[in-house]
Protein backbone atom coordinates (compact mmCIF):
# COMPACT_ATOMS: atom_id res chain seq x y z
CA UNK A 1 0.00 0.00 0.00
CA UNK A 2 1.10 3.40 -1.14
CA UNK A 3 1.04 6.83 1.06
CA UNK A 4 2.03 10.09 0.28
CA UNK A 5 1.78 12.33 2.99
CA UNK A 6 2.73 16.04 2.57
CA UNK A 7 3.73 18.50 5.44
CA UNK A 8 5.30 21.74 6.33
CA UNK A 9 2.65 23.54 5.19
CA UNK A 10 0.85 26.65 7.12
CA UNK A 11 1.03 30.76 7.70
CA UNK A 12 3.53 33.02 6.32
CA UNK A 13 3.96 36.80 5.60
CA UNK A 14 4.55 38.50 1.97
CA UNK A 15 8.55 37.78 1.06
CA UNK A 16 8.67 34.70 3.60
CA UNK A 17 10.51 31.25 2.36
CA UNK A 18 8.98 28.01 3.04
CA UNK A 19 9.84 24.41 2.38
CA UNK A 20 7.24 21.42 2.54
CA UNK A 21 7.78 17.87 2.72
CA UNK A 22 6.25 14.75 0.84
CA UNK A 23 6.74 11.47 2.11
CA UNK A 24 6.01 8.27 -0.01
CA UNK A 25 5.94 4.87 2.10
CA UNK A 26 5.32 1.47 0.37
CA UNK A 27 8.67 0.43 -0.39
CA UNK A 28 8.50 2.04 -3.41
CA UNK A 29 12.50 2.79 -4.92
CA UNK A 30 11.56 4.26 -8.41
CA UNK A 31 9.31 6.37 -9.88
CA UNK A 32 8.34 7.44 -13.44
CA UNK A 33 7.57 11.14 -12.02
CA UNK A 34 7.47 13.12 -8.82
CA UNK A 35 6.00 16.39 -8.80
CA UNK A 36 3.80 19.45 -6.56
CA UNK A 37 0.74 20.85 -7.90
CA UNK A 38 -1.04 23.52 -5.99
CA UNK A 39 -4.84 24.51 -6.05
CA UNK A 40 -5.32 27.88 -5.14
CA UNK A 41 -9.27 29.10 -3.92
CA UNK A 42 -11.49 28.84 -6.97
CA UNK A 43 -8.01 27.97 -8.98
CA UNK A 44 -8.00 24.99 -11.06
CA UNK A 45 -4.90 22.52 -9.80
CA UNK A 46 -2.11 23.38 -11.43
CA UNK A 47 2.10 21.44 -11.87
CA UNK A 48 4.51 23.53 -9.55
CA UNK A 49 7.56 21.99 -9.81
CA UNK A 50 9.09 17.93 -9.91
CA UNK A 51 11.24 15.79 -11.51
CA UNK A 52 10.82 12.64 -13.71
CA UNK A 53 13.10 9.82 -14.03
CA UNK A 54 16.01 10.59 -16.02
CA UNK A 55 15.70 14.11 -15.92
CA UNK A 56 16.60 17.28 -13.49
CA UNK A 57 13.85 18.54 -11.38
CA UNK A 58 12.51 22.21 -12.68
CA UNK A 59 9.98 24.22 -10.95
CA UNK A 60 7.34 26.97 -12.72
CA UNK A 61 9.20 30.48 -12.95
CA UNK A 62 6.34 31.32 -10.68
CA UNK A 63 7.01 29.29 -8.30
CA UNK A 64 10.69 30.41 -7.83
CA UNK A 65 11.21 27.27 -5.65
CA UNK A 66 13.78 24.16 -5.70
CA UNK A 67 12.87 20.43 -5.81
CA UNK A 68 14.79 18.15 -4.07
CA UNK A 69 14.64 14.40 -3.66
CA UNK A 70 15.83 11.95 -1.58
CA UNK A 71 15.61 8.42 -0.41
CA UNK A 72 15.96 7.71 3.34
CA UNK A 73 16.10 4.35 4.75
CA UNK A 74 14.04 3.29 1.66
CA UNK A 75 11.58 6.05 1.71
CA UNK A 76 11.21 8.47 -0.41
CA UNK A 77 11.00 12.35 -0.16
CA UNK A 78 10.64 15.53 -1.98
CA UNK A 79 10.70 19.07 -0.90
CA UNK A 80 10.12 22.14 -2.15
CA UNK A 81 11.48 25.13 -1.40
CA UNK A 82 9.99 28.44 -1.96
CA UNK A 83 11.21 31.80 -1.44
CA UNK A 84 9.90 35.13 -1.83
CA UNK A 85 6.26 34.10 -1.64
CA UNK A 86 3.32 35.92 -2.86
CA UNK A 87 -0.20 36.35 -1.51
CA UNK A 88 -1.02 34.61 -4.65
CA UNK A 89 0.72 31.41 -4.24
CA UNK A 90 -1.87 30.94 -1.34
CA UNK A 91 -2.80 27.60 -1.76
CA UNK A 92 -3.27 23.81 -0.89
CA UNK A 93 -0.25 21.91 -2.67
CA UNK A 94 -0.05 18.53 -3.38
CA UNK A 95 2.39 15.76 -3.61
CA UNK A 96 2.30 13.20 -6.40
CA UNK A 97 3.96 10.22 -8.20
CA UNK A 98 3.69 7.64 -10.35
CA UNK A 99 5.23 4.64 -10.20
CA UNK A 100 5.81 1.89 -12.44
CA UNK A 101 3.06 -0.76 -12.15
CA UNK A 102 3.94 -4.68 -10.64
CA UNK A 103 5.00 -7.32 -12.90
CA UNK A 104 4.43 -5.58 -16.39
CA UNK A 105 0.82 -3.83 -15.34
CA UNK A 106 0.17 -0.01 -15.77
CA UNK A 107 1.83 2.60 -13.90
CA UNK A 108 0.03 3.71 -11.10
CA UNK A 109 0.06 7.60 -9.47
CA UNK A 110 -0.92 8.67 -5.72
CA UNK A 111 -1.86 11.91 -4.40
CA UNK A 112 -1.49 13.00 -1.26
CA UNK A 113 -4.23 14.82 0.80
CA UNK A 114 -2.29 18.36 0.65
CA UNK A 115 -1.30 20.84 3.03
CA UNK A 116 -2.31 24.36 3.36
CA UNK A 117 -0.06 27.51 2.69
CA UNK A 118 -1.53 30.63 3.48
CA UNK A 119 0.07 33.89 2.48
CA UNK A 120 -0.64 36.86 4.24
CA UNK A 121 -0.11 39.64 5.96
Known amino acids: QVEVVESGGGLVQPGESLTLSCAVS????????FAWYRQGPGKEREWVGG???????NTTDSAKGRVTITNENGKLKMSLQMFNLKVEDTAVYYC???????????????WGQGTQVIVSS
Open 96 to 110: YIVVPGGTGGPDEDY
Open 51 to 57: IRSGKSA
Open 26 to 33: GSISKFRA
